[in-house]
T-cell receptor
Framework: NAGVTQTPKFRILKIGQSMTLQCAQD?????MYWYRQDPGMGLKLIYY???????DKGEVPNGYNVSRSTTEDFPLRLELAAPSQTSVYFC?????????????FGQGTRLTVV | GEDVEQSLFLSVREGDSSVINCTYT??????LYWYKQEPGAGLQLLTY?????DMKQDQRLTVLLNKKDKHLSLRIADTQTGDSAIYFC???????????FGSGTRLQVQP
């Protein structure tokens, strides 16, 4: 009954450090997404993937990279952390982007860059 | 400007009805969604409505869609303390492959 699993749940990074946020889903979904949620704001799309080997930029991709080597995993990489990247990051997956299809969300990773 | 807008906060008493409003700008939106986020958790789909519908009811939830005004609302009947959460309106339209979210409405239910 795992669904979408994100690790870690919390992380504090120093400016300039790098890290990878992990996301895995066990529902055999083709579509996977990374969003960030800033306080009092909605979710902004960072990157998405329509299947293994295929990724594309969302609204706010700068400072991030992704890869999708398998259907299950969609890691998000921060190369040079900046305070502006302090946020809560959500990974999501869906069977398709078609209307009426539910997107399943992970519990989020709260990242603070100091 | 934002594609999807919501008011930030709503407070109601337990047992009352709650109405959360949302406006969107894209007339080609095909599906509109309501997601719920409880503290420390991810988003969970509550309900959705197709753009050719005016209303959808699901137990205590009623969704109303006014396409002319691009206005969406979520009514929660008999609101309970367990309904306290942030509610996000989201849209999907042809040509996009991901949802566009509003900023969320924090619903506070007072006993």
């Amino acid at each position: 009954n795992a669904g979408v699993t994100q690790t870690p749940k919390f992380r504090i990074l120093k400016i300039g450090q790098s890290m990878t946020l992990q996301c895995a889903q066990d529902m055999n979904h083709n579509y996977m997404y990374w969003y960030r949620q800033d306080p009092g704001m909605g979710l902004k799309l960072i990157y998405y993937s329509v299947g293994a080997g295929i990724t594309d930029k969302g609204e706010v991709p700068n400072g991030y990279n992704v890869s999708r080597s398998t259907t299950e995993d969609f890691p998000l990489r921060l190369e040079l952390a900046a305070p502006s990247q302090t946020s809560v990051y959500f990974c999501a997956s869906s069977f398709s982007p078609e209307g009426g299809t539910e997107a399943f969300f992970g519990q989020g990773t709260r990242l603070t860059v100091v | 400007g934002e594609d999807v807008e919501q008011s930030l906060f709503l407070s109601v008493r337990e047992g009352d009805s709650s109405v959360i409003n949302c406006t969107y700008t894209d007339s080609s939106s095909t599906y509109l969604y309501w997601y719920k986020q409880e503290p420390g958790a991810g988003l969970q789909l509550l309900t959705y409505i197709f753009s050719n519908m005016d209303m959808k009811q699901d137990q205590r939830l009623t969704v109303l869609l006014n396409k002319k005004d691009k206005h969406l609302s979520l009514r929660i009947a008999d609101t309970q303390t367990g309904d306290s959460a942030i509610y996000f309106c989201a849209e999907m339209h042809t040509g996009r492959r991901a949802l566009t979210f509003g900023s969320g409405t924090r619903l506070q239910v007072q006993p």
